[in-house]
């Protein structure tokens, strides 16, 4: 039933939409899941909708394929600095320490991505199951933009700004990158695991702790974008099954085009941001998400 569902549910056109709208909004700190959970059924996508919320279906393999999409359009813009990143990694492990700034944002990285790994495999089920919905993926739309226009207001409050000047400031007043403790990177991968709920953006939850920890918004966002690739692309090798498997047939083609569309604008997109946060910050994207959020909230209602 499942595998004759998949074969009708979802179109090429659909696949290449819905790559697109996840190269972009993974990116955008207004979350690549909440929109499309949202968009199918704004779109009139109704079987699509239906999968969304079923406790076993195609939706999942599906999604984690347009996940792995815009992880590749991430490992393609950062190339080299992540083969910096593992080369800095594996002379740690034969000098057993750390000394450059590169080799500690390889550990900041790994430590990071422990917390959102272990909490993914637990929850990943649960929470889709229970709130992967149009209705409450919108709420948490909402909650995600009050987050990112509270992050922009800690930033500048006195404590914060001491923090920069006490771990070590860059020329525009943030804090370095490569002066994160260890212990605060790992709180970021924890608050980036509330990304599992359809709603709250992976990048835009790492953006604003960053914020709040004194760093500045490119390297909030240059963090945010490296650490989400490696959860990523492990959540695509493990369910990697899925698609391969009966909840897949019918649905592969599709979900290859899908993850290609996602990359190529991935690519575009980090382009763009990378630019945006050098002199922009995250209160437009707050009011996007409050103001779309709240439309859904009522049409979804």
Known sequence: MLVVAAQSLITYAQAIVLGVLQ???????????GHTVIFPNLFGWHNIVAWQSQSESPWLAFVVMLHVGSAVGLLIYFWRTWIDIIVAFFATVRKRRVETSTERLAWLII???????ILGVLLEHTVRVALAK????????VVNGV?????????????????????????DGG????????????V?????????????????????????RGLDNEDSARFAFLLATPPILAAGLYKFSDLTGPLGAGL??????????????AVFTVHFLMRYFKTNNLNPFGIYCIL??????????
């Open 111 to 117: 430590i990071a991505t422990i917390p959102v790994g």
């Open 252 to 265: 592969r083609g599709q979900a290859v085009v899908a993850a290609i569309a996602a990359a190529i604008t």
């Open 23 to 33: 190269g972009v909004t993974e990116l955008f700190p207004i979350s690549s899941l």
């Open 188 to 212: 970021i991968g924890f608050f980036q695991s509330f990304a599992l709920i359809a709603g709250l953006s992976r990048d835009g939850i790492c953006m604003a702790t960053g914020l709040v």
């Open 292 to 301: 779309f959020g709240v439309a859904m909230v009522v049409y979804n209602a």
């Open 147 to 171: 987050i990112l226009l509270a992050a922009e207001r800690v930033r500048r409050r006195s404590d914060v700004r001491a923090l920069a000047e006490r771990e070590g400031m860059k020329r």
């Open 175 to 186: 804090r370095r990158l490569d002066t994160l403790e260890y212990r605060e990177a790992g």
């Open 134 to 141: 149009p209705f409450a993926a919108s709420c948490f739309l």
